[in-house]
């Protein structure tokens, strides 16, 4: 996926309130930009680092910025928990994602049981529900989700593992929007609850892809699937 309009760069001064940032752009401007990202942004929040943010155009709005990316380590690190969901729409319906391909409908925002799950994909052959996830945090090699306790991801991969033996197919698509990890796994300190939810998925057939992606100011590209460890 590209980007409509062209992102405007800064420098990152403060995160605060979860939704809030403060940025510093280049011509000396100091914004509010909005946060999507409601984690701990652990291993991609560094103060002074360069950012990219969309600009917006609601005037029903308070904050006229999104935060898009950060520079960590020379590399760009996308933050914005929204795009994912576009990615995995936009590529499984042209079939860019091996092994999630040849579905004649995609649907996304699907609600299913006490869940709404981000992506249903059918064909002659079959139904498959995905969730999608974002990812950014990074210990060595290794891509971890999620950066803070989720009781809400949890209850998706319980709709997951239902579903799965309800005989529907069932997909765990987790977007790696970093490309200095080699390793998908969960992060068993921050959430042992949800590494072991994982687990029990991934034993009841719950397929699991994680999708590496590239970001840049221009846009956001996914390249190869990680091999994961749980």
């Known amino acids: ?114 869940s709404r799950l981000d992506v249903m994909a059918k064909n002659d052959q079959e139904t498959c529900f995905i969730e999608v996830k974002n990812v950014t945090l990074k210990e060595g090699k290794y891509a971890l989700f999620p950066d803070a306790v989720t009781t809400r991801g949890r209850k998706h991969l319980e709709t997951l593992i239902r579903l799965k033996e309800e005989g529907y197919r069932a997909v765990m698509l987790y977007i790696v929007q970093r490309m200095d990890v080699e390793v998908f796994a969960p992060a068993v300190e921050i959430d042992p609850g949800y590494s072991e939810s994982l687990k029990r998925a991934v034993e009841s057939g719950v397929e699991v892809f994680p999708v590496q992606a590239e970001v840049s100011p221009e846009g956001i590209v996914l390249g190869k699937v990680l091999p994961f460890e749980i």
């Open 1 to 114: 996926m590209f980007f409509k309009e062209k992102l405007v760069h800064g420098t990152l001064i403060k995160r605060y309130k979860r939704f809030l940032t403060d940025v510093k752009l280049d011509d000396g401007t100091v914004v509010v930009a909005h946060c999507t990202n409601s984690g701990s942004m652990k291993s991609c929040l560094e103060e002074g680092a360069e950012v990219f943010l969309s600009p917006v155009n609601d005037p029903k709005r308070k904050t006229k910025f999104t935060w898009e990316m950060i520079k960590i380590n020379d590399r760009w690190v996308g933050i914005h928990t929204g795009r994912p969901n576009q990615l995995a729409v936009e590529a499984i319906r042209n079939g860019d994602i091996p092994g999630l391909t040849g579905y004649i409908e995609v649907r996304p925002e699907v609600k299913i049981q006490d």
